[in-house]
């Protein structure tokens, strides 16, 4: 596996630790702070709030209306070091429930879409894609609190908030979720086991599963040696999956059949979520979440164009 180091612009810093960027065609980002909201990110660095969302806004995509959609995990406890260094530590004491929520980025407006599916309370949703069809997919990492761990799973739901349906479950702490260029496989990272899942989209809503021994229907595509553990991704328009890499700090990059190609090392191991804009989807945006900054990096390749 090829390694590198990121030549970073930074764009902006002291973000409340944030995530879920998604580049705009005014060359604007748009991330959310996990510690509560939905900002404007413009190219000379300065923050614009677009909404206060509380809880534990976590992962970001435009829907077909053009207003954003949220995973929020209902919110984190926090541990800051002297020298600012932020990071989570488990359920928030005032959680409720995870949800999805739906942001007008013109007026701030807040819609909550889902906060259950089936009678069963959402618990953390974390990233989500949308596949063009009218629906979106995401995960729901679950919560650590005290001495328990949820389970997580995998989800489908439409934009306009009629249906909400799980689709694979359990899931060890999933978290990126992205689509293949012709939309015909998923991909999805856990966070604590460092494994890359895919999974066959048959139909909107529908995956063809793997038989036992697999955990959750998918089939296992990479990892990574020594301890590493897997954030959000994103996806090149080659195919490539490009997952942020927690621990080490920055981004491997996996061929579709699970090759690890290369490693961009960036400068602190909260390495969150990544994303790509620019005319020519060339700039990768990259959120280094333990010092709350936004970087712009010269990718190698162009990066996927999303359905919205």
Known sequence: MKRQKLEAREIARGLLFPEGPIAMPDGSVLVVEIMGNLVRVTPDGRRHLVAELGGGPNGAAIGPDGKAYVCNNGGFNWVQAEDGYRRPIGRASDYTTGRIERVDLTTGAIETLYTECDGEPLKGPNDIVFDGKGGFWFTDHGKSYGRLMDRGALFYA?????????????????????????????????????????????????????????????????????????????????????????????????????????????????????????????TAYITLSGYGTLVAVDWPRPGLRLAY
């Open 158 to 282: 439409l934009a306009d908030g009629s249906a909400i349906k799980e689709v694979a479950f359990p899931l060890f702490t999933p978290n990126g979720v992205g689509l293949s260029p012709d939309g015909a496989t998923l991909y999805v990272s856990e966070t604590d086991t460092g494994r890359l899942w895919s999974y066959p989209v048959t139909a909107p809503g529908e995956l063809a599963k793997e038989p036992w021994p697999s955990p959750n229907g998918g089939r296992f595509l990479g990892n990574l040696s020594g301890y590493r553990r897997f954030d959000s991704m994103a996806v090149e328009a080659n195919g490539n999956v490009c997952v942020a890499t927690l621990v080490s700090g920055g981004i491997t990059v996996f061929s579709p059949t699970g090759e690890a190609l290369e490693f961009h090392e960036a400068s602190e191991g909260y390495c969150t979520n990544i994303c790509f804009g620019g005319p020519d989807l060339r």
